[in-house]
């Protein structure tokens, strides 16, 4: 039985809890979260696990095999800091693993030197359609010249304390959301962007809210260009005021032989059936 550490309660700490349920030899056997309630619930769903009162105490947990980061993203890197100083076992990471440019070189390091497997959650890798096209791309194609990923979705959902709401704490739309795209493309490519254009902006969304007098600066649309090594352009239209939208993400890859694209549905939870 392998037993994991859940660091962060919210909705993606119940996911990867509902992942690890799954496993025949995997639980969620502590967890963790400052709301309280929030680390009682999960600790349910996961089937009586033990609720740390803070997370040195949770690293201090006997028998723990591996560990995984759900906290808002502006607390990964320091909480990576503290596993790797004193505990460092198998870690699942959610993204983005920092959102301060200056911890990048740091958090590299780190990576490279950490002792056990060292993880970052890219799941739109492992979506079916998705893994279907990666797997397919190359024959269909003939090669990959453009890669285009559009997402037509709903904007940001609440989240503990509003953190998704702010640049600061989230990163940025393009970090915080759009992260699984470009790592889709130089995964579904193989190679290393060269060059990048950009244009995008907050046209609605959250304009309407304040936080503490504040109001919110995470974009809600966009494009992205990148230009890749090997001479393949890949392109991110995003949208996140596109709600209902029959496909969340449509991605094509076109190449000398054809064209082969994934369609991902949306999450028919947050609309009438009707309008999806």
């Known amino acids: 039985m392998v037993n994991y550490g859940l660091i962060g309660c919210g909705m993606m700490g119940r996911e990867h809890i509902a992942n690890i349920n799954l496993l025949d030899a995997g639980r969620v056997s502590v967890v963790y979260d ?18 740390a009162p803070s997370f040195e105490a949770l690293l201090e947990t006997p028998g723990l095999d591996a560990l995984v980061i759900v906290s808002p993203n502006y607390l990964h890197a320091d909480q990576l800091r503290q596993i790797a100083a004193t505990r460092p076992l198998p870690v699942l990471c959610e993204k983005p693993l920092y959102t301060d440019p200056a911890d990048a070189a740091d958090i590299a390091a780190l990576a490279k030197s950490y002792p056990a497997p060292f993880w970052v959650a890219m799941e739109y890798r492992y979506m079916p359609p998705v893994a279907a ?11 990959i010249s453009m890669l285009t990923i559009r997402e037509h ?5 609440e989240k503990v304390g509003d953190w998704n709401r702010f640049n600061t704490k989230s990163g940025g739309t393009l970090v915080e959301k759009c992260c699984h795209f470009f790592d889709l493309m130089r995964h579904v490519l193989q190679d290393e962007p060269v060059r990048v254009m950009a244009s995008a902006g907050q046209a609605h969304n959250h304009l309407d809210e304040r936080y503490d007098g504040a109001v919110p600066d995470i974009w809600d ?5 990148v ?9 991110l239209e ?36 009707e309008l999806v």
């Open 227 to 235: 230009d890749f090594a090997r001479g393949a352009r890949a392109m």
């Open 34 to 51: 400052p709301v309280q309630s929030l680390a009682e619930e999960a600790a349910r769903h996961a089937g009586g696990a033990a609720v």
């Open 153 to 157: 979705r709903f904007p940001f959902l």
């Open 133 to 143: 096209l990666i797997e397919q791309a190359a024959e269909a194609t003939g090669g």
């Open 238 to 273: 995003l949208c996140m005021f596109a709600d209902g939208s029959r496909y969340q993400e449509e991605i094509s890859a076109v190449g000398p032989r054809g064209k082969i694209e994934a369609l991902v549905p949306g999450p028919g939870r947050f609309w009438p059936a």
């Open 221 to 225: 649309h966009g494009y992205v260009l």
